[in-house]
Each structure stands twice: as C-alpha cells, then as structure tokens.
C-alpha cells in the first residue's frame, strides 16, 4: 500500500446551499449566484470614478492610447477572418 492521495471527495455547495446565500452577511458570495452591478461594486467597496486625471496617471506615458486601441482593433478583425473563413471583407 502507497500513501498516495488517489481521490478527493469535496461537497457540493449547491446542494447545502440553493439559493446562493452562504455567508452573504460577511461580504462571501457563492459563485453560484449571480448579482448586480450595483451588489457587487458594493461588496468590492468600489463607486464611480471622480476623477478621470487620477485613472489618466496610472497608464504608462510612453504607452499610446491610439496605438492601444489599433491593436485591439486589428487582433479582433484577425479573429473574425478565423471563425468567418468564407468572410472576405
């Protein structure tokens, strides 16, 4: 005999839990219910941006927003061509 560990046995929280309510009262969340927006930027203890310069000093400054945005751009229209072969626009 080895002293392996060969199965692990976890219970299903649905199951004890079906309305998704555990630990509600703590802030805990079940992943098996789904909130708002408004709920969940409660539990995070986050609220609307104020002030934009703030959000602005954090991105890099030899990093360009326009350059950013064309990547993305481009990388989207690549994967469209791939899941849409017969697309030649």
Same mark, same amino acid.
Not at 1 to 14: F, G, W
Not at 47 to 59: C, E, K, Q, R, T
Not at 78 to 86: C, F, W, Y
């Given at each position: 005999?080895?002293?392996?560990?060969?199965? /692990?046995?976890?219970? @299903?929280?649905?199951s004890q839990h079906p309305t998704g309510t555990?630990?509600?009262a703590t802030g805990a969340v079940s992943h098996w219910q789904s909130l708002s927006l408004e709920a969940l930027a409660q539990l995070q203890g986050v609220?609307? /941006?104020?002030?934009? @310069?703030?959000?602005?000093?954090?991105?890099p400054e030899?990093?360009?927003p326009d350059q950013l945005l064309e990547h993305i751009l481009t990388e989207r229209s690549?994967?469209?061509?791939?899941?849409?072969?017969?697309d030649t626009a």
């Open positions: 005999m080895t002293n392996r560990l060969t199965t /692990v046995t976890a219970p @299903d929280e649905r555990k630990g509600v609220g609307p /941006v104020s002030d934009l @310069d703030a959000i602005g000093a954090l991105w030899d990093d360009d690549a994967r469209r061509k791939l899941s849409d072969p017969g």
